[in-house]
T-cell receptor
Framework: QKEVEQDPGPLSVPEGAIVSLNCTYS??????FMWYRQYSRKGPELLMY????GNKEDGRFTAQVDKSSKYISLFIRDSQPSDSATYLC???????????FGKGTHLIIQP | GAGVSQTPSNKVTEKGKYVELRCDPI?????LYWYRQSLGQGPEFLIY????????DSGLPNDRFFAVRPEGSVSTLKIQRTERGDSAVYLC???????????FGQGTRLTVV
């Protein structure tokens, strides 16, 4: 079992819908949680960075972390065709440690 | 520079050859990471530098892979005796240090033929 699990999709929704993307993780030592967006043949772009449990909102994006259930979510409101990309969740223990990524979910927003 | 810069953007090499991939981090970032991303997968951690030293190289797959960061800025990932299985996108990221956001470059797409 990978330390961070993510459904690869594809997930297809109509424009304007609320999108829910999710990951689960197994390592209780993870303290920091991130969401990256990756367009085809580009590097990952940081969207959200959170510490421990709770919610964080930035524009149309909301990140949620529930450490008790080891569950990470990203919500996208008023989805746009330009949101079509692969969304990667990542977790990090802190200190001298690398990020552990999920496989990524391929999201398609239909115009 | 404004972001993490990686060169070359694409590299095609023959099996058995030696390659070097370069990463120029965001100015002032002391932490630098290398990751490898295969098709349809998330990035996999290779090595982490804090300053000039490799703080964690546990992700390097074998001794054909080596990375340096001699002056605490630019880093080079070196792969000896390349194999077809080394074909992937090699990503570099940098951050201000521990427990801070990491920003990625565009990657180097390595193809071993």
């Amino acid at each position: 079992q990978k330390e961070v699990e993510q459904d690869p999709g594809p997930l297809s929704v109509p424009e304007g819908a609320i999108v829910s993307l999710n990951c689960t993780y197994s390592n209780s030592a993870f303290q920091y949680f991130m969401w990256y967006r990756q367009y085809s043949r580009k590097g990952p772009e940081l969207l959200m960075y959170t510490y421990s449990s709770g919610n964080k909102e930035d524009g149309r994006f909301t990140a949620q972390v529930d450490k008790s259930s080891k569950y990470i979510s990203l919500f996208i409101r008023d989805s746009q065709p330009s949101d079509s990309a692969t969304y990667l969740c990542a977790a990090y223990r802190g200190g001298a440690d690398g990020l552990t990524f999920g496989k990524g979910t391929h999201l398609i927003i239909q115009p | 520079g404004a972001g993490v810069s990686q060169t070359p953007s694409n590299k095609v090499t023959e099996k058995g050859k030696y390659v070097e991939l370069r990463c120029d981090p965001i100015s002032g970032h002391t932490a630098l990471y290398w990751y490898r991303q295969s098709l349809g997968q998330g990035p996999e951690f290779l090595i982490y530098f804090q300053g000039t030293g490799a703080a964690d190289d546990s992700g390097l797959p074998n001794d054909r892979f080596f990375a340096v960061r001699p002056e605490g800025s630019v880093s080079t990932l070196k792969i000896q005796r390349t194999e077809r299985g080394d074909s992937a996108v090699y990503l570099c990221a940098s951050s201000l240090g521990y427990n801070t956001e990491a920003f990625f470059g565009q990657g180097t797409r390595l193809t071993v033929v």
